[in-house]
């Protein structure tokens, strides 16, 4: 009795934690396969890295359609003092705004009209990277939380039996 009592106290946390743990209707589905969890996550991996790809070519494209003056641009850049947490657009727009000197108002222009153009992009970059890594990780946990209490379950069940 008192071993039921537990069992169903445990039970009762582990579904609760469950249904919560990813915060989306799909989190408490059993009907889901290990094979479809793993395919959701692959195929929306798969999805974002495109379009994380797609949206890095663009930024080459900008390099390369103004090729003299960004590599102008990136001959003046000091690499130790880059910071890889910043927001490359920012990073460019300072390095162009210390040296404005060194440029013609026709490259200012086209150098100021492709930080905007690369400030969105990177924006879009940060959002799909974000997204990947928040909803990637919020799922494996509700799964792995999920595998967990299915094993611990079914050991009890065995030991139960065994009795």
Known sequence: MKTNKKFLT???????????????????????????????GTVSTDSSNTALNDLYQQENQIFADHEAVWNKVFGMMSKSNADPSANYADYLADTVEANKDS??????????????????????????????????????????FFSWCRSWILRKREKDTAK
């Open 10 to 40: 445990i039970l009762t946390l582990c579904i609760a934690l469950l249904l919560t743990a990813c915060g989306t209707t799909d989190a408490a589905g059993t009907d889901k396969t290990n094979e479809s969890l793993t395919e959701t």
């Open 103 to 144: 440029f013609t108002e026709d490259e200012l222009k086209t150098l100021t009209e492709d930080m905007e153009t690369i400030r969105k992009i990177e924006e879009q970059i940060a959002e799909l990277e974000q997204g990947t890594t928040t909803a990637g990780l919020l799922r494996w946990r509700g799964y792995a």
